[in-house]
């Protein structure tokens, strides 16, 4: 893990990396004059990055793209500290010391960010993993401006994105549901957070039909986790409510998933890890906010006793469900979840599933689709953390006649609209059982890579957990 940290001056050997917009910025303090001509000759062929070695420590060079978007000039920041964490962790530095040159001084801190994300590694199940494992290990901000408070509270976010990620890579062999909560006790073991969780009796007491549904094709019993944090000093009576989705593994039921497409479904509850993450950098960074956190957990498998197509089942607040597809299991726990939110009389509840290959197949890995109801402001201050944060989001169509897709002829809804519209059905299913403001976030398509992104890395994302964190800051604001 790469700790950031702030100073007024670097050392005489310091490894340097100078930020720069332009090349009228080239520090001539620093740089000969032969340096300088082959900056600018680099730059000129389109190479971004100039590394030097002057012996008792490098230089590197690093000019950013600078946008008239400040979000967008970030986001490049980001990006080209993870490019050139590359090359350092090659060179096997383990700090640096970054000064910016550029004219906003500012972006050293989302430079820092996407080294620090994108430092991150999953080495657990390697044999020798000491030989993969990245050396950087200290970055320091040279700033007069940048203030102290932020950068601790990016130590805060990488270490909780981290956090996400890993429970994501985990496999079920080892993150089963029991396990899963066994996990979230553990992480807020030293913090001011209450978890608690529901064991298989008393999820059965309160009814949860659907999470039992689910469940009953496993041998491994279910959970339900409460994670409550609530400082003396919060600014909400009424808690915000952050509902995530905890299949620790998607076989589809006895709608069996075919070809490769089961693969990846360990990151099933990757809802669940982002609201864990979330509410660990929120506890973390101290901010006045009362916060809830809801994840059902269970394995969706195969088994004599499973529930299937036809099937109706009875959910916490008492509606009946046509089952259409088991593989639509992700809703149907959520479902428990989000009615059980109401004795909370929340302020706003937002939930995180990779729920639909529809919202995936819409928009990509580029952003998550959001849909909702009495939340329109809301989802305009959600949107604005995705862009500031780059963890974007799509507002979809929320119109009454999509309510006419689940409607059963022989029970209150069925589990599956029509054929298009997907993600938004699901959403609607899902909003069923809401009676306050509300945003459904479906992460399909951003929660786990097949493919390295920038620092955003392979495998699990932690998508949500920057995106939330931002949105609570700022409303704390």
Known sequence: MIKVKCAKKYGINSNL?????????LPKDLLDKNEIAFVKKSVEQEIKSVEFNKMSYWLFIQMIDQKNDLNRTSENARKSGDKLLEVINTHKLTGISVLDYTKNEILAL???EGMSLG???????????????????????????IDPKSVEQLNILTEANAIARTLVNEPVSYLTAEKFSEEIQQIFNETDVKVEVL???KIESLK???????????????????????????????PYVFV??????????MNIKTEDHMNDMKCDMAGGAAVTGAIYAIAKAKLPVYVIGLIPATDNRTDGNAYVSGDVIYMHDGTSVEVLNTDAEGRI???????????????????????????????????????????????????ESGYRVHERIVEFPFWEEYDEEIKSSIADIKN?????????????????????PYIHLDIAGTAFLNKKDSYRGLGGTGVGVRLLFDFIKHKMK
């Open 333 to 383: 726990i959520l479902a428990d979840a989000l009615s059980y939110a109401k004795k909370y009389e929340p302020e706003l509840v937002i939930d995180l599933a990779t729920l639909t290959g529809a919202a995936q197949r819409a928009i990509g890995h580029n952003g998550s689709v959001a849909m909702g109801t009495k939340s329109e402001n809301e989802i305009k201050l959600l949107s």
């Open 110 to 112: 989302p430079f820092a």
């Open 208 to 238: 949860m039909g659907g999470l039992l549904a689910v469940n009953k094709g496993s041998i491994d019993p279910p959970t339900f986790n409460i994670i409550e944090y609530k400082p003396e000093n919060v600014v909400n009576q009424k």
């Open 416 to 436: 599956l609209g029509g054929p298009t519209a997907g993600a938004i059905t699901a959403g609607k299913f899902l909003a069923h059982f809401t009676d306050y």
């Open 199 to 201: 064991n298989k009796r």
């Open 119 to 145: 430092n991150y590694q999953f080495l657990k199940y390697f044999k020798e993993k000491t030989k993969k494992q990245n050396v950087l290990s200290e970055i320091k901000i040279i700033s007069n401006i």
């Open 17 to 25: 990396v100078i930020l720069i917009s332009d090349l009228k910025q």
């Open 244 to 253: 995530g989705k905890g299949v620790v593994y998607d076989t589809g039921g």
